[in-house]
């Protein structure tokens, strides 16, 4: 069983993958996978154990933990790829109303909180809900079928090979977070992730009523640790901001939406890094006597670039602006590898206590010089 187990796994450091929500922001996340995939199968190899996400993150890491299972990285970077190309041709053919606008423009370049459309968009959704929209069909579970097929579900459901899985959503009954796993994840289960309540209508799983995972968890930590002292986490929404406090009201709900899902990562973090000081405090004996590990933290993230974008463009699907968040990712996590990847197996890349809260330090990725 065990060389069954191995056989699609990677050779390389082991690692867990914490992918966090973002709507259409997501597509960042997929470009940094596809590059660390990409070199998963050259010279930089990933023994990927693990695997989180809610919303987006947990649709990337489905599709992600998925094709390693099947059959390796190059399958995942296919599936992965297939999905954000069926996002967008679905927005298009459903008429995305900020399709044409997410692209460099007047209205302030990528950020487009300010032009009518988003600003009517959001008036009427002040007095309408999903539910009371007569023609309203499920936007999202035809596009994860089209990149996640009944038998790569069953594959990633009952194969020994690939990563585990956790996908959080929000239990709207109880206020509580529900991890989902293998061998339960289904299409309903990434649906439940991903439902935004002023988007989407409730997904239901085993008659238990789902909203989006980030509320609670974006992404969830805590099931990673059992699998990797290596953390890597692939930030969708930016943590630090230099230009604040906001003045505007676009500004303040930009930001308020950033600190609401970053906040239970935030916590998550700054738990695993008190077991950490502790077991660093009580000496190398007893800490290897222990039945807690210290975890080792990666952080791949581009908060001055993502913050330009604004808080309406993840509800957009225009491809030139998916296009463009996957090549930034693609970018970053290309610096990471070159900056970071030697640290794997040895010591954290992330100073919890300062680099987390300063984007500037050494260890943040710096690419090209961003886009408008």
């Keep these: 069983m065990e060389e069954s187990r191995?056989?699609?796994?990677?050779?390389?450091?082991?690692?867990?993958?914490?992918?966090?929500?973002?709507?259409?922001?997501?597509?960042?996340?997929?470009?940094?996978?596809?590059?660390?995939?990409?070199?998963?199968?050259?010279?930089?190899?990933?023994?990927?154990?693990?695997?989180?996400?809610?919303?987006?993150?947990?649709?990337?890491?489905?599709?992600?933990?998925?094709?390693?299972?099947?059959?390796?990285p190059e399958k995942a970077r296919e599936m992965l790829g297939t999905f954000w190309e069926a996002v967008s041709r679905a927005g298009a053919l459903a008429g995305n109303a900020l399709l044409g606008f997410s692209e460099p423009g007047?209205?302030?370049?990528?950020?487009?909180?300010?032009?009518?459309?988003?600003?009517?968009?959001?008036?009427?959704?002040?007095?309408?809900s999903p539910y009371g929209n007569p023609f309203y069909r499920d936007p999202?579970?035809?596009?994860?079928?089209?990149?996640?097929?009944?038998?790569?579900?069953?594959?990633?459901?009952?194969?020994?090979d690939g990563p585990q899985l956790f996908i959080c959503a929000t239990d709207v009954r109880t206020n509580q977070r529900a991890i989902?796993?293998?061998?339960?994840?289904?299409?309903?289960?990434l649906r439940a992730s991903a439902c935004l309540p002023s988007e989407f209508r409730t997904v239901s799983v085993d008659g238990v009523p789902y909203w989006d995972g980030g509320y609670l968890g974006n992404p969830p930590l805590a099931p990673l640790i059992d699998h990797a002292q290596d953390l890597i986490l692939v930030l969708a929404n930016?943590?630090?901001?230099?230009?604040?406090?906001?003045?505007?009201a676009r500004g303040i709900l930009?930001?308020?939406?950033?600190?609401?899902?970053?906040?239970?990562?935030?916590?998550?973090?700054?738990?695993?890094?008190?077991?950490?000081?502790?077991?660093?405090?009580?000496?190398?004996?007893?800490?290897?006597?222990?039945?807690?590990?210290?975890?080792?933290?990666?952080?791949?993230?581009?908060?001055?670039?993502?913050?330009?974008?604004?808080?309406?463009?993840?509800s957009s699907t225009s491809w030139p602006l998916l296009k463009t968040l996957f090549e930034?990712?693609?970018?970053?996590?290309?610096?990471?590898?070159?900056?970071?990847?030697?640290?794997?197996?040895?010591a954290s890349s992330l100073d919890v206590k300062s680099s987390l809260l300063d984007p500037t330090l050494k260890h943040d990725a710096k690419p090209s010089e961003q886009r408008n």
Excluded at 109 to 114: E, S, T, V
Excluded at 238 to 248: E, G, I, T
Excluded at 265 to 277: F, G, T
């Design 238 to 248: 930016p943590f630090v901001r230099h230009d604040m406090p906001p003045k505007d």
């Design 328 to 346: 930034r990712g693609r970018e970053v996590a290309d610096v990471w590898l070159k900056n970071d990847y030697a640290n794997l197996g040895r």
């Design 6 to 72: 191995n056989s699609t796994r990677q050779s390389g450091p082991k690692v867990a993958l914490a992918l966090q929500g973002g709507g259409s922001h997501g597509a960042f996340t997929w470009g940094v996978l596809d590059r660390l995939l990409e070199a998963s199968s050259q010279a930089t190899p990933l023994d990927v154990a693990a695997i989180s996400g809610a919303s987006a993150g947990g649709i990337n890491a489905a599709l992600c933990a998925a094709g390693l299972a099947t059959s390796g």
């Design 180 to 189: 989902f796993t293998r061998p339960d994840i289904s299409v309903d289960v």
């Design 140 to 160: 999202l579970g035809p596009v994860i079928r089209s990149a996640l097929t009944e038998h790569d579900l069953a594959t990633l459901n009952t194969s020994p």
């Design 106 to 128: 007047p209205f302030g370049g990528w950020n487009i909180d300010w032009n009518p459309a988003a600003i009517m968009l959001e008036a009427v959704g002040l007095v309408t």
């Design 254 to 314: 930009d930001r308020l939406n950033e600190i609401g899902f970053n906040a239970s990562v935030v916590l998550e973090i700054n738990a695993i890094e008190a077991v950490n000081r502790v077991l660093d405090s009580v000496g190398e004996e007893a800490a290897r006597k222990s039945r807690f590990k210290p975890v080792r933290f990666h952080l791949i993230r581009d908060d001055d670039f993502l913050a330009k974008f604004g808080f309406v463009s993840k």
